[in-house]
């Protein structure tokens, strides 16, 4: 079951060059990404009512998307324009057509009710572009339903374990050793956490406390900010949130898009702020973070399988690090649970 009236992530924005058209799934549903040349963003169903084969195995042509079959040609309000050989529109020739938005470098396509799609809804990010960060991006596919991969992020205590070569080991470990401070927000949570007396890097062995915070809003997006200080400023704090300017400052942009309920495509961007780190050495930190983003995807993609084979009432152990992940999914919950009524009260 699936959110419908939420922006999802489609696509980053520099998949989409200008006149050109892709095809995405989202929440099992086909839909068409194009531009037009003077790059015009628009969003129809991948699917041509003719023949059902998709749109984005077509072309743009001004600010229309040819069938790249039969040639039957629709515009950006979805409405067929042209079928080749035929003197009239033959009836059910449309196709549906979504809001979509472009925001800090990501293609945000809402899957619901057109009349409800609010741009204010979308989450704040970082986006590639930016002066004050080199950023690097990237995506990955699971074969995993989406909501196991929001329970990983809501619950970072797994670096330790999961990446203790990679991520665990190069921020000097520790994430499982408190609970974080878990707060609700309009739809979604807010998760905050001091790392103290850690290593700076593998390398360097001065101490820093690192002040951790990231907001997890539905449908599963993750933006994250980790500033490091000298050793000693998460008391000088109150282990509060800090008010000076970091040594370090680096931040994440992750979006969870379901496919379908057993495929999720994964998007992310590590960056850092650009006045404190070269270039340079970002690509060997997003190397290891790539090398974690995989070890992530072997145990999700397992933990799928196992969950596939065992019965739905069996009883799961609860811990404290869980906490996050159950607060969200009551969250998702209610959220689709008003919206299925919502729905019903429509229809009745």
């Not at 998460?234 to 040594?247: L, V």
Request: include cysteine; hydrophobic fraction near 40%.
């Amino acid at each position: 079951m699936f959110l419908k009236n939420c922006w999802y992530v489609g696509a980053w924005s520099h998949e989409l060059a200008a006149g050109n058209v892709i095809g995405r799934t989202i929440i099992g549903e086909p839909v068409a990404l194009y531009r037009t040349q003077e790059g015009a963003l628009h969003a129809v169903a991948d699917r041509c009512p003719h023949r059902w084969v998709p749109l984005s195995l077509g072309r743009v042509e001004g600010d229309a998307l040819r069938c790249g079959y039969h040639g039957l040609v629709f515009g950006p309000d979805g409405r067929c324009q042209h079928i080749p050989g035929a003197d009239r529109i033959v009836p059910g020739a449309n196709v549906r057509t979504f809001p979509v938005e472009e925001r800090d470098s990501w293609l945000w396509v809402w899957m619901g009710d057109p009349a409800r799609a609010d741009p204010a809804l979308i989450p704040s990010a970082f986006g590639l572009n930016d002066p004050r960060w080199t950023m690097r991006a990237d995506q990955i596919d699971y074969a995993a339903n989406y909501m196991l991969i929001n329970d990983n992020l809501l619950d970072l205590s797994h670096v330790d374990f999961v990446h203790e070569k990679t991520l665990g080991a190069a921020t000097d470990y520790g994430w499982s050793d408190e609970v974080p401070r878990v707060k609700p927000l309009d739809r979604g949570v807010r998760i905050e956490r001091w790392l103290t007396g850690r290593r700076q890097s593998q390398t360097n062995p001065n101490l820093v406390d690192t002040w951790s915070t990231y907001d997890y809003l539905a449908p599963g997006v993750f933006i994250m900010e980790n500033k490091s200080y000298p050793h000693g400023m998460a008391e000088r704090c109150g282990f509060g949130e800090p008010g000076d300017k970091p040594m370090t400052y680096r931040v994440e942009q992750q979006a969870v898009t379901p496919i379908n309920d057993r495929e999720t495509r994964y998007f992310f961007a590590t960056g850092f702020d650009a006045t404190n780190l070269p270039g340079h050495l970002v690509e060997g930190i997003f190397s290891l973070v790539m090398s974690a983003f995989k070890e992530d995807r072997a145990i999700i993609e397992a933990q799928q399988l196992l969950w596939d084979r065992t019965d739905a009432s069996m009883a799961k152990a609860f811990i404290p690090s869980d906490k996050a992940p159950a607060m969200f999914r009551r969250i998702m919950d209610s959220l689709i649970r008003e919206e299925e009524a919502a729905g019903a009260a429509a229809a009745a």
